[in-house]
């Protein structure tokens, strides 16, 4: 009988720990250490995209580069020093992405009403949340507990971050990599539907891809020319149709051969994803509840939590 208790509690205690294990990240996680959270945030990221539209996509995408190298830690924030070497200087981000100001009016504000308790890291998931909604998508309650990572890896970032030019099988593998399905990759994408891309990134689509609409071609060569250094950094609507609108058009753009990059063109593209492509096209709420699904995977990547990591004072630097 002794035996059978210890062995029934053993086994208690193992689910318990299982089960705090997988519900680390909460949605109430700060509803009493910071009631004034979430106010907060929505203030200062409603400023910020009724300043510029493009800020929404901006952030949204600094969490996605965020999460793809070593989980959604705030690892991209931190700046580089004579002593440390951060994320930002890695080939898919250096002179690409951009919004960090505003993470740290965010920060500043929380920090006078909720000192040195709400990490970097989850107001960046909370801040890429309300963006989408101030564009018009969809909203959710977004995961939180993670704590700032004190480590960058540079590596990593030009390694495990999906790069313009991928095919439809290196899009699937480096999704699944972080534990996401190519049906979460394909309604992620679906995040171009907000934001603008550099030319040096859609240069080699419009020029040397034949799975493009031909005037549509013509019309980036305007602003992007064949050269290679000449107007590299020149801009373009990632949605042909409404840039600074969250909605299923740009999966009606790529169903016209309209996609701006190589990778985005390489969903609708003869294989697997063309159906799927095809249902959101159609369907913005199926699109939109999947999207969400895959932004609540996606914000479960490796989080730390517990005692590992910090809550950083300033999110460009280690405490």
């Not at 509690?9 to 689910?15: D, Q």
């Not at 963006?131 to 018009?136: E, N, R």
């Not at 299923?248 to 753009?253: G, L, M, T």
């Not at 999207?291 to 490796?302: E, L, N, P, R, Y």
Request: charged share 20%; hydrophobic share 40%; net charge positive.
């Amino acid at each position: 009988m002794a035996s059978f208790s210890s062995t029934f509690l053993s086994l208690a205690l193992l689910f318990i720990l299982l089960g705090a294990s997988n519900a680390q990240l909460t949605t109430n996680y700060y509803s009493s250490a910071c009631p004034q959270l979430f106010p907060t945030v929505k203030s200062v990221i409603a400023y910020a995209v009724k300043k510029e539209a493009r800020m929404g996509a901006s952030i949204l995408r600094l969490f996605f580069h965020d999460c793809f190298v070593n989980g959604c830690d705030g690892s991209l924030l931190l700046d580089d020093t004579p002593t440390f070497t951060g994320e930002k200087m890695a080939k898919p981000n250096n002179g690409s992405v951009r919004g960090f100001e505003v993470i740290d009016q965010i920060k500043s504000a929380i920090e006078k009403v909720c000192p040195g308790v709400v990490s970097c890291a989850d107001i960046l998931a909370i801040a890429a949340r309300d963006g989408i909604v101030s564009l018009g998508g969809p909203n959710w309650e977004v995961k939180l507990g993670r704590r700032d990572s004190r480590i960058a890896s540079i590596r990593k970032a030009n390694k495990d971050i999906p790069k313009p030019s991928s095919s439809l099988s290196t899009l699937v593998s480096k999704f699944a990599n972080k534990g996401l399905s190519a049906k979460d990759m394909v309604a992620l994408s679906g995040a171009h539907t907000i934001g603008m891309a550099r030319c040096v990134n859609f240069r080699s689509h419009i020029y040397n891809d034949s799975n493009i609409d031909g005037s549509f071609a013509n019309l980036r060569k305007s602003v992007c020319p064949k050269k290679s250094g000449s107007g590299d950094t020149n801009l373009a609507p990632l949605d042909l149709q409404t840039p600074a609108s969250f909605d299923n058009d740009y999966f009606k753009n790529l169903m016209s051969n309209k996609g701006l990059l190589h990778s985005d063109q390489e969903l609708f593209n003869g294989g697997f994803a063309d159906c799927l492509v095809k249902s959101y096209s159609g369907n913005s709420m199926a699109f939109f509840s999947d999207f969400v699904t895959a932004m609540i995977k996606m914000g479960d990547i490796s989080p730390l939590t517990g005692n590992n990591g910090e809550i950083r004072k300033n999110c460009r630097v280690v405490n």
